[in-house]
């Protein structure tokens, strides 16, 4: 399906250096991968609907609560910085200028 020099062109695309094996190696592979393609674009999947995976996989997560902490000080006092009751950041975003 694929020649080697298709293989070399885009290997020099995509700046790979590749010996003559590294692109023989290439070619059989490449084109094995390709013939497989083929082969499922002979499939009918007019039925199928389009999907992301083959399982269908859902994040199990907990509805987000706000609860106080009991000990804010505790959590404060472990601070590198503060600023009355706030932790203090390095700021991170500067003014714009115009």
Known sequence: MLDREQVHKVANLARLEMTPEEEEQMTAQLSSILEYFQQLS????????PTTRAID??????PDELRPYSDRE?????AP?????FFKVPKILQAEES
């Open 57 to 62: 996989v859902s994040n199990v997560t907990r």
């Open 81 to 85: 910085d503060q600023d009355g009751d």
């Open 42 to 49: 002979e499939l009918d999947t007019t039925d199928v609907p």
């Open 74 to 78: 505790a959590i404060l006092k472990e």
